[in-house]
């Protein structure tokens, strides 16, 4: 089975940096749309970021140019590197993967939660 596993979350001031961590095993990236979520609660989950197999990006509107997707195949690991963060990037964060192309599953069609398979527990990020 996939499992997916964050780290790296916490507490930081406005303008302040993080980098979050999603250990991956029981698969290979070959194939898999990585991806970051976020949610809050009584909102919808949403996507922050997604990484293709040949390590094209997308970004989310409201975080790009502060953001950075990337991963490390070698150690398995997905991160995110995080910028300038304000409050309203508080939120629980959520690593995803799903067997599919990122321009299927966080393209022009959308980058929706309910199409992405596998899921992390979640780390919290609170900006303050």
């Known amino acids: 089975d996939v499992q997916l596993v964050e780290s790296g979350g916490g507490s930081v001031q406005a303008g302040g940096s993080l980098r979050l961590s999603c250990a991956a095993s029981g698969y290979s990236y070959s194939s898999y749309c990585m991806g970051w979520f976020r949610q809050v609660p009584g909102k919808q989950r949403e996507g922050v970021a997604a990484i293709d197999d040949d390590g094209s990006t997308t970004y989310a509107s409201d975080v790009k140019g502060r953001v950075t997707i990337s991963k490390d195949n070698a150690k398995n690991t997905l991160y995110l590197q995080m910028n300038n963060l304000t409050p309203e990037d508080t939120a629980m964060y959520y690593c995803?993967?799903?067997?599919?192309?990122?321009?299927?599953?966080?393209?022009?069609?959308?980058?929706?939660?309910?199409?992405?398979?596998?899921w992390g527990q979640g780390t919290q990020v609170t900006v303050s």
């Open positions: 995803a993967a799903v067997r599919a192309s990122c321009s299927v599953v966080a393209g022009k069609r959308g980058f929706v939660a309910q199409w992405w398979v596998y």
